[in-house]
């Protein structure tokens, strides 16, 4: 049930006792292939297929480090966490008091874990959902054998056929490239750089053209059962 197409009467109905689902991601770069849109538009996708109240989609997100790349947005972490509060303190005012925030952009992370901690103060539960964290390891391995981790990186194989599967229109798999690094790469046991230009010269970290509807099938499926068996759990949490 999406919150912006009901009433005021309908949402009084239902919003006390319900775990209120806020789709969070990013507007930032997603390689040559995949939309700007990429974080928030899978991360609403997921939210779409839950029995439960979502709100509007939060499109920005922390993304600084991929400024370098055109189209890229992106709001202070200060900004973004009090922005958050502020939803989840009108949310408090209507008598919610559990919240799932489901994250399509791991530079949200921390700060969501922040807002979820805030929140605890308040006596309003906060849980963080984040599909790349969902997928069991054997499956990982079974789709990609060979070097599974560079398959998970950003833009690369894993979330471009979450795309291919989602919104085929606005995938350009011709352009899909693989650049094999990972996302920050260690030096001497030190991270030396948190610019994507740094260690992408296209924007994915990994590789990409291995990608197919028929994986992000296979993920899509695997993570929503995942994120329906948290709901349940949230739903169970004694505040």
Known sequence: MLLKNITWEEAEKVLKNSVVVVPVGSTEQHGPQNPLG??????????????????????????KHHRFFSGTLWVSYESFKNYLLDICMALKYHGVTKILFINGHGGNTSCLSDVALQMRDENVFVGIYEW???????????????????????????????????YPELVKMEKAKNVDTLWAPKKFGGIVTHETKDFT???????????????????????????????????????
């Open 38 to 63: 990429t974080d928030h538009l899978i991360a609403e996708k997921f939210a779409q297929k839950l029995d439960a109240v979502v709100l509007p989609t939060v499109p920005i997100g922390i993304s």
């Open 132 to 166: 790349w964290r969902s997928i069991p390891e054997e499956i990982t391995k079974k789709l990609y054998p060979e070097s599974p981790a560079k398959h998970m990186g950003h833009a690369a194989s894993a979330e471009t056929s979450l795309n291919l599967f989602l």
């Open 201 to 239: 010269d296209c924007g994915v970290v990994g590789f990409s053209k291995d990608a197919s509807p028929e994986k992000g099938k296979i993920i899509f499926e695997l993570c929503l059962e995942e994120l329906k068996k948290l709901v349940e759990y949230i739903k169970e949490v004694k505040i």
